[in-house]
């Protein structure tokens, strides 16, 4: 009897054998396309597809070999599109797309103290920001945006909005040395980012920061409070920094330092601290900054249109720093289009340096992926398609006339891409927008909302400051 039933046993493993292993049912697969992973080797596939299940990746491989493992419960036919990392917006002012357009072909000072301040003064409230937030985040979902850094005022409904829409965020509350809409004193300023923090933290989208405005607009005692903050309960500090020549001369004068040699000197600077502008800065600041493992924001579209000056990008990446991109906000931009940031990066360095291979199409895919991720300290969860990565990628059309022909998809999403050729924009395993309709917002409601709020402002705004005729 124990001679049969090892025989029994025995055939019916043989006949096992002959079997292909049971696939292993996921959420999602997105298949079909040209996969660009950005991964350590770079890999391109011609043909891949992505393997997704829950908020994570878990395979990316050939439609064949994903196929034969994994079953979906839902599919995205890719075919004929790019799929990639979603892209990294490491610096801008979200509710600030309200005042997209309000007063152009400014100097920053007059751009900020005639109009800007004056604006918000006046028109900034948790409901201005709500609706400006959706907006932003309408805008950054249908153009491929899945993760952006953050810094304004009522922080928390910023990140609730973008909790709501299903958005990565990297969120700062400001502060700032004079009274604004949520906060009349600095130590306002540091309780409030406190209840925000407290409020978010563990969150799964939501990594809650603190954002002192710059080194001119705070005193020495508020920038330490930031700091020591952030060192007690473990977040993120973003911060502008040496963005124009009157930041330079006012920090030469008031301390005979440079700002980021300043802020040193107080002991400002950390890991995990995110750095904006960056643009007048030295070989000195650039060593500091990478000794001290800042991350930097390269924002080229604001930075020309404030003829701010063109950061040091190549000898920052040279020195070791990570350098995302950064559109800034929108009304000094005036877009939140990452592949325009893209596009600029590139064009901006090669004409300073005179250089053609200055930024080439892959390090400005870079910029906007695995770097931005780098810098503000999310590498090993964000910015490449990789097995444990979170599965924050975006599906990109290459059907268009000028799109057409297609020789190097690399050199096409950088150099012929815009944000309205984006298909589909997934975070966190959850898709956000399908085949151009975005699921998570009502679009025409986002729209009328943020029309209402314009006449508002521009009611509020029509006074203030000089004209450009004068």
Same mark, same amino acid.
């Not at 990392?85 to 610096?91: D, K, R, V």
């Not at 151009?436 to 986002?446: A, E």
């Given at each position: 009897?124990?001679?049969?039933?090892?025989?029994?046993?025995? &055939?019916?493993?043989?006949?096992?054998?002959?079997?292909?292993?049971?696939?292993?049912?996921?959420?999602?697969?997105?298949?079909?396309?040209?996969?660009?992973?950005?991964?350590?080797?770079?890999?391109?596939? *011609?043909?891949?597809?992505?393997?997704?299940?829950?908020?994570?990746?878990?395979?990316?491989?050939?439609?064949?070999?994903?196929?034969?493992?994994?079953?979906?419960?839902?599919?995205?036919?890719?075919?004929?599109?790019?799929?990639?990392?979603?892209?990294?917006?490491?610096? @801008?002012?979200?509710?600030?797309?309200?005042?997209?357009?309000?007063?152009?072909?400014?100097?920053?000072?007059?751009?900020? *103290?005639?109009?800007? &301040?004056?604006?918000?003064?006046?028109?900034?409230?948790?409901?201005?920001?709500?609706?400006?937030?959706?907006?932003?985040?309408?805008?950054?979902?249908?153009?491929? %945006?899945?993760?952006?850094?953050?810094?304004?005022?009522?922080?928390?409904?910023?990140?609730?909005?973008?909790?709501?829409?299903?958005?990565?965020?990297?969120?700062?509350?400001?502060?700032? *040395?004079?009274?604004?809409?949520?906060?009349? %004193?600095?130590?306002?300023?540091?309780?409030?980012?406190?209840?925000?923090?407290?409020?978010?933290?563990?969150?799964?989208?939501?990594?809650?920061?603190?954002?002192?405005?710059?080194?001119?607009?705070?005193?020495?005692?508020?920038?330490?409070?930031?700091?020591?903050?952030?060192?007690?309960?473990?977040?993120?500090?973003?911060?502008?920094?040496?963005? %124009? =020549?009157?930041?330079?001369?006012?920090?030469?004068?008031?301390?005979?330092?440079?700002?980021?040699?300043?802020?040193?000197?107080?002991?400002?600077?950390?890991?995990?601290?995110?750095?904006?502008?960056?643009?007048?800065?030295?070989?000195?600041?650039?060593?500091?900054?990478?000794?001290?493992?800042?991350?930097?924001?390269?924002?080229?579209?604001?930075?020309? =249109?404030?003829?701010?000056?063109?950061?040091?990008?190549?000898?920052?990446?040279?020195?070791?720093?990570?350098?995302?991109?950064?559109?800034?906000?929108?009304?000094?931009?005036?877009?939140?289009?990452?592949?325009?940031?893209?596009?600029?990066?590139?064009?901006?360095? =090669?004409?300073?340096?005179?250089?053609?291979?200055?930024?080439?199409?892959? @390090?400005?895919?870079?910029?906007? @992926?695995?770097?931005?991720?780098?810098?503000?300290?999310?590498?090993?969860?964000?910015?490449?398609?990789?097995?444990?990565?979170?599965?924050?990628?975006?599906?990109?059309?290459?059907?268009?006339?000028?799109?057409?022909?297609?020789?190097?998809?690399?050199?096409?999403?950088?150099?012929?891409?815009?944000?309205?050729?984006?298909?589909?924009?997934?975070?966190?395993?959850?898709?956000?927008?399908?085949?151009?309709?975005?699921?998570?917002?009502?679009?025409?409601?986002?729209?009328?909302?943020?029309?209402?709020?314009?006449?508002?402002?521009?009611?509020?705004?029509?006074?203030?400051?000089?004209?450009?005729?004068?």
């Amino acid at each position: 009897m124990r001679h049969r039933f090892l025989l029994i046993t025995v &055939f019916a493993l043989t006949l096992g054998a002959g079997q292909p292993p049971a696939r292993r049912e996921i959420s999602l697969i997105v298949a079909n396309g040209t996969v660009i992973t950005v991964d350590t080797a770079r890999r391109v596939l *011609q043909r891949g597809s992505v393997a997704i299940d829950g908020r994570d990746i878990v395979a990316v491989d050939t439609p064949e070999a994903i196929a034969a493992r994994f079953s979906a419960r839902d599919t995205i036919d890719a075919a004929g599109s790019v799929v990639m990392p979603g892209l990294i917006n490491t610096h @801008t002012h979200a509710p600030m797309v309200l005042f997209r357009g309000l007063a152009d072909d400014l100097a920053l000072m007059d751009w900020l *103290q005639n109009y800007i &301040f004056p604006a918000e003064a006046k028109t900034v409230s948790p409901e201005f920001v709500r609706a400006g937030t959706r907006l932003a985040a309408l805008e950054m979902i249908e153009s491929g %945006t899945t993760t952006y850094a953050d810094m304004y005022y009522f922080e928390e409904e910023i990140a609730r909005v973008t909790k709501a829409a299903g958005l990565r965020g990297v969120l700062g509350e400001t502060i700032i *040395q004079f009274p604004v809409p949520d906060a009349k %004193t600095p130590a306002d300023g540091i309780a409030r980012t406190e209840r925000f923090i407290n409020e978010f933290k563990n969150d799964d989208l939501i990594t809650p920061a603190i954002a002192p405005h710059s080194m001119y607009t705070l005193d020495e005692a508020t920038l330490k409070a930031c700091r020591a903050l952030a060192d007690r309960l473990h977040v993120p500090v973003i911060i502008h920094l040496a963005e %124009t =020549k009157a930041e330079i001369k006012t920090s030469q004068e008031k301390y005979h330092a440079s700002p980021v040699a300043f802020l040193e000197s107080l002991g400002f600077w950390g890991p995990r601290t995110l750095a904006a502008h960056g643009v007048h800065v030295t070989p000195a600041d650039i060593q500091i900054l990478a000794r001290r493992g800042v991350g930097v924001s390269h924002n080229p579209e604001s930075n020309m =249109k404030l003829a701010s000056g063109a950061a040091p990008v190549e000898a920052m990446r040279k020195a070791g720093l990570a350098v995302g991109l950064g559109t800034d906000g929108a009304a000094s931009n005036n877009d939140l289009d990452m592949f325009e940031a893209m596009r600029q990066a590139a064009f901006l360095h =090669k004409l300073v340096s005179e250089d053609p291979r200055a930024i080439p199409a892959p @390090t400005a895919i870079d910029m906007a @992926t695995i770097e931005g991720a780098r810098a503000m300290g999310m590498g090993r969860e964000l910015g490449s398609l990789e097995p444990g990565k979170r599965a924050d990628l975006i599906v990109v059309s290459m059907s268009s006339a000028r799109q057409t022909p297609l020789y190097d998809p690399l050199s096409h999403l950088v150099y012929v891409t815009r944000g309205d050729d984006v298909q589909t924009t997934i975070v966190n395993g959850r898709v956000l927008m399908r085949d151009r309709k975005v699921l998570t917002l009502q679009r025409d409601q986002v729209l009328a909302e943020a029309r209402a709020f314009a006449t508002r402002v521009l009611a509020a705004v029509k006074p203030a400051g000089p004209t450009k005729e004068q």
